[in-house]
């Protein structure tokens, strides 16, 4: 059975360009409850733990860079279906490849600059939520 919580987060590209307003009000309306969000900025040492599942390949420095570059804003969403659903409003990673109306066709500028992140599995959305929110935090 799939879960229904997932987790997120608005890369830097997106909120230097102020459309963290924007991509909530879609995750929103596409029925989504945030049960935990805050901006925050993470160290080169940090987005190197997050991204190390992809330390061996060749972009790994480069996104880190870009994630350490900028501040981000990370939420935790409940839905049904949660990671599949979520998976289809943001598009493909590549926003020319991207559907019309999802996020990463609206707000992305590029395969790198791709304006959000979604966890990719369940098991994957607990590991991700909980590198940034403690117990506590996640309602």
């Given at each position: 059975?799939?879960g229904?919580?997932?987790?997120?987060?608005?890369?830097?590209?997106?909120?230097?360009?102020?459309?963290?307003?924007?991509?909530?009000?879609?995750?929103?309306?596409?029925?989504?409850?945030?049960v935990?969000?805050?901006?925050?900025?993470?160290s080169?040492?940090?987005?190197?733990?997050?991204?190390?599942?992809?330390?061996?390949r060749?972009?790994?420095?480069?996104?880190?860079?870009?994630?350490?570059?900028?501040?981000?804003?990370?939420?935790?969403?409940?839905k049904?279906?949660?990671?599949?659903?979520?998976?289809?409003?943001?598009?493909?990673?590549?926003p020319?490849?991207?559907?019309?109306?999802?996020?990463?066709?609206?707000?992305?500028?590029?395969i790198?600059?791709?304006a959000?992140?979604?966890?990719?599995?369940d098991?994957?959305?607990?590991?991700?939520?909980?590198?940034?929110?403690?117990?506590?935090?996640?309602?």
């Amino acid at each position: 059975m799939a879960g229904n919580r997932t987790f997120t987060m608005i890369k830097p590209d997106a909120v230097a360009e102020n459309n963290i307003g924007a991509i909530t009000k879609m995750i929103e309306a596409d029925g989504f409850r945030v049960v935990a969000m805050k901006m925050t900025k993470l160290s080169a040492e940090r987005a190197g733990q997050f991204y190390a599942v992809h330390k061996e390949r060749p972009f790994y420095q480069d996104l880190c860079d870009y994630m350490s570059g900028g501040h981000i804003v990370a939420m935790i969403l409940e839905k049904d279906n949660a990671v599949a659903d979520f998976r289809k409003l943001i598009g493909a990673t590549n926003p020319a490849e991207a559907e019309e109306g999802t996020i990463r066709k609206m707000f992305a500028k590029s395969i790198e600059a791709n304006a959000i992140h979604g966890s990719d599995s369940d098991e994957n959305a607990e590991i991700e939520g909980s590198f940034f929110f403690a117990g506590i935090e996640k309602f």
